[in-house]
């Protein structure tokens, strides 16, 4: 669910994805299993809801990591058929290995972010506490990811971290209570 | 480097907030979102509560991450300024700017507005399984469209483009079903 906007003007020759594209993926992975984690009504629930909330969550995430990475690559076709210009409309534009690492990064990247917020709720039995370690996790990664974002912005760590951890907790509220 | 600058140029042109590539993107994510909806729901025995349900949650859903597309890009164009700023470059304002707010605004609208065309159906006709069959007719064309806009950008390739788009929308919407949505 993202988007090739910041990633398009922030390609470097030596990163495929640069900082910002790597830390906005995350988030993406990291609010969408968020919404899942936060709704669950830990009090009641039982194993196999947790289970359920579990399996929710990682599916959303595969399927969306792979709607990033076939969108990343589509907006790499259109970039490549863009620079040729409309004069070399034969040429037939295919995907190089540059395209597949980027996208299988993609993938990772949101398909791995859900992976910390949801450990609790495998190790810990009681729905709650897991609940409780998961935001923790959550709330750390989000700083992680805007000290990162913060660094790459001309070293801002500690404001890009308050800034990033701020704005991702009213997203994930804000998600939630919109119906996830 | 020569290449990145060049397609800054492009897509990050005075005129222009959101590049082609950007639109057609925001409005792929919106739509295959609500197709996971419409998709989602039992036809066959669907009253109008869950179809109403269907449609509050599409809504919902593309509403939320139309705000996360939004505000995810404000703060990488804000990143980038900084990292400009660190490299030297003149004349950068960090703090959020107008351009900044109109892109925002259009990536919300992109994502919140592709939803209108398929959730339509289900407001005006009341057989649940003839609305999915109209609104998938539409998202298929919109799909198509998508892909015509971004070929066209794309070195005028608007037929190879439009039928990519449409098969590749339609395999991912397929498989997001089939992962739970």
């Not at chain 1, 947790?50 to 595969?62: D, E, F, H, P, S």
């Not at chain 2, 609500?34 to 729901?41: E, K, Q, V």
């Not at chain 2, 994502?111 to 007719?137: K, M, Q």
């Not at chain 2, 806009?149 to 037929?159: C, E, I, S, T």
Request: include cysteine; glycine fraction near 10%.
């Amino acid at each position: 669910m993202t988007t090739s906007s910041f990633r398009v003007q922030s390609r470097t020759p030596d990163a495929i994805l640069s900082p910002v594209d790597r830390v906005s993926e995350v988030v993406f992975g990291l609010i969408m299993a968020l919404t899942f984690t936060g709704t669950l009504s830990v009090y009641e629930a039982d194993r196999a809801e947790v289970r359920g909330m579990l399996i929710g969550a990682l599916g959303c995430n595969i399927a969306w990591g792979m709607v990033d990475a076939v969108m990343y690559v589509l907006a790499n076709l259109a970039d490549r058929g863009r620079e040729l210009g409309p004069s070399q409309s034969h040429v037939r534009l295919s995907i190089t290995g540059r395209d597949v690492k980027g996208a299988i990064g993609v993938f990772l990247l949101v398909f791995l972010s859900t992976i910390p917020v949801t450990l609790p709720f495998i190790f810990v039995q009681e729905a709650h506490r897991a609940l409780r370690l998961s935001n923790a996790v959550a709330l750390v990664m989000l700083f992680s990811c805007g000290y990162l974002l913060g660094n790459h912005a001309g070293g801002r760590r500690w404001a890009g971290a308050l800034l990033l951890l701020a704005v991702g907790v009213i997203l994930v509220w804000a998600t939630i209570a919109l119906g996830g | 480097m020569r290449k990145t600058t060049s397609f800054t140029q492009y897509s990050r042109a005075p005129d222009l907030v959101l590049s082609p590539v950007d639109r057609a993107s925001e409005v792929v994510f919106g739509l295959i979102m609500a197709l996971t909806f419409t998709g989602g729901l039992s036809v066959a025995t669907a009253s109008q509560t869950e179809v109403r349900a269907m449609l509050i949650g599409a809504l919902g859903c593309n509403l939320a991450w139309g705000m996360v597309d939004a505000v995810m890009f404000v703060l990488a164009n804000m990143a980038e300024r900084g990292r400009m700023e660190s490299l030297g470059h003149p004349h950068v304002r960090l703090a959020v700017t107008r351009r900044d707010a109109r892109g925002a605004i259009s990536v919300f609208f992109l994502v919140v507005l592709s939803t209108i065309p398929v959730a339509f159906p289900f407001l005006v006709v009341d057989e649940a399984r003839h609305a999915l069959r109209i609104s998938n007719g539409i998202a298929v064309m919109m799909l198509f469209l998508c892909g015509y806009v971004l070929g066209d950008h794309a070195g005028g390739r608007r037929w190879a483009g439009g039928f990519l788009m449409m098969t590749v929308g339609a395999v991912l919407v397929w498989a997001t079903i089939a992962l739970g949505g």
